[in-house]
């Protein structure tokens, strides 16, 4: 399992806008809820990627970056009501305001769900993917929460209103765990991880301004593995974090929906378009015997034409700025 480190504070910046298509959990949450909740704590076993020192420097912003802010088109997501330190017992809740500022209470279902709720801490650890419970008479989400760990975390909302014409949206709140932090070790760049016996592999480089394939390979005991089930719509589900303001993109690989009761692998490739240069995180989830891991790396994407804006398509599409 692999080290992440602490990341920058927020600040403005801008995450990895994909075209198409990743430990600890941020908390407790139940199987029926929970998605994606394992550690990325030691470095693994055997890691292939160079290791770097000192993050690209991030060039000029393109565009306005997704999931860094709580409203956007007239939809406003509420305060975040969760326990307020490391290890209480509660729930996580909130609504989504529309644009007459009463609750949203009809949502596109994207991707198997109605609503996709991505927690991470600060510094890139504690993540955890879920899928919170709408009460339909009041339009709040809620999910039994516990949290793992004391820090300032970033609660996103990823959601897709029913209204014809609608957009995917990413909007996020802030919340703060009383409790002491402990510091986690500076990043490095790893492009391999091994997690529950399970050996990924990313091929490919990230250049900003550039469409690139990034191919996530699976093996176990050195053998390929081809059991991949579909999860989410897909054979693998992507996450990636801008290190420094944790700016969203959740994405998923290329290719046709696969049918109910297919599976895939061992590769599942992305077409990756970063709009500036810098470090990303990815989360990469994928599903095996009907078990959800979770692999993590960390890349950083080279200079290309900051100069050329992102292209509006990339981000407000199935494969930008939401799930």
């Known amino acids: 399992m692999n080290a992440m480190g602490r990341l920058a504070a927020f600040g403005a910046g801008l995450a990895v806008a994909f075209t198409a298509a990743y430990v600890t959990a941020a908390a407790v949450v139940p199987d ?58 509660g729930s996580l809740s909130f ?34 993917h879920v899928h919170p419970v709408l009460d339909q008479a009041t339009g709040i ?27 995917k949206l990413t909007l996020s709140r802030v ?19 091994e997690i529950a016996g399970y050996t990924v592999e990313l091929n490919g480089a990230l250049t900003a301004g550039v469409s690139k394939e990034l191919t996530a390979k699976v ?22 974090l801008r290190e420094g303001d944790l700016a969203y993109l959740h994405v998923h690989p290329e290719g046709a929906e696969p049918l109910e009761g297919r599976t895939g692998g061992p590769a599942v490739s992305f077409a990756a378009t970063a709009p500036t240069a810098g470090r990303y995180l990815l989360y990469l989830d994928f599903k095996v ?17 900051t100069n050329r804006p992102v292209p509006a398509q990339l981000r407000n599409t199935d494969h930008a700025g939401g799930h």
């Open 32 to 89: 029926s809820a929970r998605t994606a909740t394992e550690h990325v704590g030691a470095e693994p076993a055997a890691d292939h990627s160079a290791p770097s020192e000192q993050a690209l420097p991030v060039s000029p912003l393109s565009a306005d970056p997704p999931g860094l802010s709580l409203a956007q088109d007239g939809y406003t997501l509420s305060a975040v009501r969760a326990p307020g330190a490391a290890n209480d017992r």
């Open 289 to 305: 015997d009907d078990t959800v891991h979770t692999a993590t790396f960390v890349v950083d994407a080279a200079r290309g034409d």
């Open 95 to 128: 609504n989504i305001a529309g644009p007459s500022g009463t609750p949203l209470l009809d949502y596109a279902t994207v991707h198997d769900k109605q609503l996709h709720l991505i927690v991470v801490r600060s510094d890139g650890q504690h993540f955890a």
């Open 219 to 240: 093996t176990r005991d050195g053998e390929p593995v081809t059991t991949l089930q579909p999860y989410l719509g897909a054979y693998g589900h992507l996450v990636a």
């Open 175 to 193: 919340v703060d765990v009383a409790g002491e932090v402990a510091p986690a070790p500076s990043l490095t760049t790893r492009t391999l991880d």
């Open 141 to 167: 989400w809620s999910t039994p929460w516990t949290w793992k760990a004391a820090g300032t975390y970033r609660v996103f909302a990823d959601f897709q209103p029913a209204q014809a014409a609608s957009t």
